[in-house]
C-alpha cells in the first residue's frame, strides 16, 4: 500500500507541476480525492486487506490526502496571486491617455453687465434688491400715475395675464413697492426682466433687462441725479464717456429726460453706426420723482423729493462690448458666448 501511495503522491506531484489556473486544479482534485479518484479507490481497497494491516493502511491513505488537499490549498493561492497581479498590470491607468475635455459654463453676458451694474451702485451706497417679474396694474401703472389712456397700458404694447395681473414691461413698479415700505430715505437699485410686445430689431427685444434706481430723501435735487448719472457711466465705460441728457416725458417723474452716451465706435466723431450724431442709441430713461407718485405711496411730498431712472442694461451691454444687434444677446451662438 505504501508503494502505491508513494507513486499516486508522486503522478499528483508532477501533475500539480503542470497545473497553471483554477480549473486544471479542480481536475486534479478530482483526480485525486473525488468519489472515483485515485486516493479514494485505494481507501476502498482497504476492505480487502488482512485485519492487521487495516490501520496502518489507512492512516497512509489519510496522511496522502492531507498532503494533496494542502499542496492543492497551496497550489490555489499562488494561482490567485499571479491572476491579480496580472489584473492589476492589465487594469493600470494611464493617466497621459487622451479623454474629452470638459468645457464648464459661465454667466451669460447679460448676468455679467448686471452684475457689474449693481456692484458699482453698491460702492455708492445703493441697496441692491429684487423684484417680482409678474406685478399688478396697480403698481406697474396706477401708483405711477399714469392715465388709463397711456398707450403702454394696452394689450398691444403689455402682456396681461389677467385684468389686474401682468408681466412687468418695467421695473418702476420697485420704485412703488419699496416707497410703500415706508423707510426713508430710500437709496436702491432692482435689476431683472421685462417683458413688452415690441418688434424685434437691433436695439428692441420683447423679453429685455431693465435697472432701476430710486433715491428718496430731504432735499433730493436734479443734480443729484445727473452726479448719480455721470459717476455711474463713467464707472461702467470710462472717463471719457460723454452724457447727453434730452427732455422727455414719463407720467411718473416730472421733469423727465433719457439719456445716450458718447458713441463707443466713433468715440463722438460721427460714423454709419450712430448715424453721424456721435450718440449712443438711448439708454435709460429718468428723471425727478412726481410728486403724486410719492403722495400714492404715502410720502410727504413737501418735506421729501426724489429721483428715479431705469436703464435698459442689454443696451448697456451692447455699448460696453460694442455690439451692434440685440439679438446677438439672445442668440446663444457659441462663438458669441465663448467670447466673455
Ligand atoms: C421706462 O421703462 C421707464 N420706466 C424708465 C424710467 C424709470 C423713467 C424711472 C423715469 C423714472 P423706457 O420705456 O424708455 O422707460 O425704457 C427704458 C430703457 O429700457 C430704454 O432707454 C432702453 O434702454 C431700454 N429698452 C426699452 N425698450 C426696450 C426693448 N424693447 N429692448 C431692449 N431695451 C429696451
Redesign the pocket.
Given at each position: 500500500m505504501e508503494e502505491k501511495l508513494n507513486k499516486v503522491l508522486e503522478a499528483f506531484t508532477k501533475d500539480l507541476e503542470g497545473a497553471n489556473d483554477l480549473a486544471e486544479l479542480e481536475n486534479l482534485r478530482i483526480k485525486y480525492l473525488g468519489k472515483k479518484g485515485e486516493v479514494t479507490s485505494l481507501k476502498k481497497s482497504i476492505a480487502k486487506l488482512p485485519k492487521e494491516e487495516k490501520p496502518k493502511a489507512g492512516k497512509l491513505i489519510n496522511q496522502t490526502s492531507s498532503k494533496i488537499e494542502e499542496s492543492l490549498a497551496k497550489k490555489n493561492e499562488e494561482i490567485k496571486a499571479i491572476l491579480l497581479e496580472k489584473k492589476v498590470k492589465e487594469e493600470t491607468i494611464d493617466v497621459t491617455a487622451h479623454f474629452d475635455k470638459y468645457e464648464s459654463g459661465h454667466f451669460a453676458v447679460i448676468n455679467q453687465t448686471m452684475e457689474e451694474l449693481e456692484s458699482i451702485f453698491q460702492n455708492m451706497g445703493f441697496d441692491v434688491i429684487e423684484g417680482p417679474e409678474v406685478d399688478t396694474v396697480k403698481y406697474v401703472f396706477d401708483d405711477?400715475n399714469s392715465p388709463k389712456d397711456h398707450p403702454?397700458r394696452s394689450t398691444s404694447d403689455t402682456f396681461y395675464i389677467n385684468e389686474d395681473v401682468l408681466l412687468r414691461?418695467?421695473?418702476?413698479s420697485m420704485?412703488i413697492r419699496v416707497m410703500k415700505e415706508g423707510k426713508l430715505p430710500i437709496r436702491m437699485v432692482s435689476a431683472g426682466r421685462?417683458f413688452?410686445n415690441?418688434e424685434v430689431d437691433q436695439?428692441?427685444?420683447?423679453m429685455?433687462?431693465?435697472l432701476?434706481?430710486?433715491v428718496v430723501d430731504e432735499k433730493v435735487s436734479m443734480a443729484n441725479l445727473k452726479a448719480t448719472l455721470e459717476t455711474f457711466i463713467k464707472e461702467m465705460f470710462g472717463e471719457d464717456m460723454n452724457l447727453r441728457y434730452r427732455p422727455?416725458h414719463?407720467p411718473?417723474?416730472e421733469p423727465?429726460l433719457?439719456?445716450d452716451v458718447t458713441c463707443p465706435v466713433c468715440k463722438g466723431e460721427g460714423c454709419s453706426s450712430c448715424g453721424n450724431t456721435g450718440w449712443s442709441?438711448?439708454?435709460?430713461?429718468?428723471?425727478m420723482?412726481h410728486p403724486k407718485v410719492l403722495e400714492a405711496c404715502g410720502i410727504d411730498s413737501e418735506k421729501y423729493t426724489g429721483?428715479?431712472?431705469?436703464?435698459?442694461?442689454?443696451?448697456?451691454a451692447m455699448v460696453k462690448y460694442g455690439l451692434d444687434d440685440?439679438r446677438l444677446l439672445y442668440d446663444n451662438d457659441k462663438r458669441f458666448i465663448e467670447q466673455f
Open positions: 405711477l403702454a414691461p418695467h421695473t418702476s420704485q421685462v413688452r415690441d436695439t428692441h427685444s420683447p429685455f433687462h431693465q432701476e434706481c430710486l422727455h414719463f411718473f417723474t423727465s433719457e439719456v442709441m438711448e439708454l435709460l430713461g429718468g428723471g420723482v429721483f428715479a431712472f431705469g436703464l435698459g442694461v442689454d443696451r448697456i440685440i
